[in-house]
């Protein structure tokens, strides 16, 4: 009975653990985009904040899948990384750059199990599909691989660490401290890794807009009605319309990025007028959106 009640504690625990943590990571997510846009919601209804519970689920579901992702392709990657330093400390003692006797072995990225080579797999899925073959958005990619690798292989290497210490019986006093600041840095490791995509823009700002699209709160080329005084308000800001079937009041605007919509009382669109681009909220009352269909 005891056995019972402990598997369906833990299935508690777990599944408490998956949803804190999911909405923390479709929060983090959806602030980053709010941020790049340059625009938070407006008047929030209850209905709105049951919704945004839901796609910040399914937000921080995407962004683990995509870090965990990203760092076993830089974990399958482990030989080029070791070989990148090797080629490092060669030359560097053949330029005389550094004591020959120096160690200078400054990172080991851990050996990759079978099922990674999968989740690398998908990996490269994710670097084609946001940089579409754009060398800068590979390279900076890559490097996140390797930084959320290197930081994965350090937990791992702590954690092992501080298991080796845990079973001692008489502690020194320096292998105290030394075990404390190993347990301090196994969730700052973490963190990095979580973070990591989030600080490089260009190619994370693509999958932010990806996310976007896939929860159909932002959409791109889109045509949209906008009622008056906005479309006037449009118009002053350089945004010339076209008479629409929808009536005198409202004005056709074709090819516009809705940015964001659906959560909050105002949709932000946006649209490219020669070399600038005008972004400007809209009530949500006042536009009708007509997402473009692929032939």
Known sequence: MNNTNDRIQLGRNLLSFIFTTGLALGGIVFIAYCLRIGYFPQGISFGDSVLFIFLAISFGFLYSLFVLCLTSLGITARPLWHGLQKTKIFLSKKLKKSPANEEQIAFTIEKPEAPLYILAAFGIFFIVLLTHFEWKGIATLVFCSFICASMWSKHVQNAHSIHLLGQKDDLLESESGHLTQLKRMQPVFILMIILTPLTFGGVTGAFLDGAMRMSNLRIDSAVVYIKEPYSTFMRENGLAGEK??????????????????????????????????ISLPIPAESIFIVKAKKK
């Open 244 to 277: 629409s079937n929808f009536g005198n009041e409202y004005l056709k605007y074709s090819n516009v990025n809705v940015l964001f919509q659906g959560i909050g009382k105002n949709v932000v669109v946006e649209k490219d007028i020669g070399k600038d681009v």
